[in-house]
């Protein structure tokens, strides 16, 4: 049965802290950059998320979101991450995600640019 509550790392170095699901099986945490963002002006970030409920699904679905703190960038920037948690024949959890990265646009002219 998989449960993200815990401490993840991706193929890239980075790392997340998810804080225990509650009821709803709503999260909470944090999200640290790795070496791949390189000389970044990242920051520890919040992020907020839900996982399917593992008594339907043992390997639930996933989704959420980090608003990321940026040191001296009045830039705003969003990711979106939905995935899905597996479980091996070893018991070894893995998460598999995409994501998109939104960036404030200063126009609906520029909004075509904004999210990567």
């Given at each position: 049965?998989?449960?993200?509550?815990?401490?993840?790392?991706?193929?890239t170095?980075?790392?997340?802290?998810v804080?225990?699901?509650?009821?709803?099986?709503?999260?909470?945490?944090?999200?640290?950059?790795?070496?791949?963002?390189?000389?970044?002006?990242?920051?520890?970030?919040?992020?907020?998320?839900?996982?399917?409920?593992?008594?339907?699904?043992?390997?639930?679905?996933?989704?959420?979101?980090?608003?990321?703190?940026?040191?001296?960038?009045?830039?705003?920037?969003?990711?979106?991450?939905?995935?899905?948690?597996?479980?091996?024949?070893?018991?070894?959890?893995?998460?598999?995600?995409?994501w998109?990265?939104r960036?404030?646009?200063?126009?609906?002219?520029?909004?075509?640019?904004?999210?990567?």
């Open positions: 049965q998989c449960l993200l509550a815990g401490s993840w790392q991706s193929d170095g980075s790392r997340m802290v804080f225990t699901l509650d009821k709803d099986n709503r999260f909470s945490g944090f999200y640290l950059p790795g070496p791949a963002a390189g000389d970044s002006e990242l920051l520890t970030s919040p992020l907020d998320g839900s996982q399917q409920d593992t008594g339907l699904a043992p390997q639930p679905t996933f989704s959420f979101t980090v608003n990321w703190r940026l040191r001296d960038s009045e830039t705003a920037q969003t990711t979106v991450f939905l995935g899905q948690c597996y479980v091996d024949t070893n018991g070894e959890e893995t998460l598999h995600a995409l998109l990265l960036e404030a646009a200063d126009s609906p002219a520029e909004d075509w640019k904004a999210t990567r």
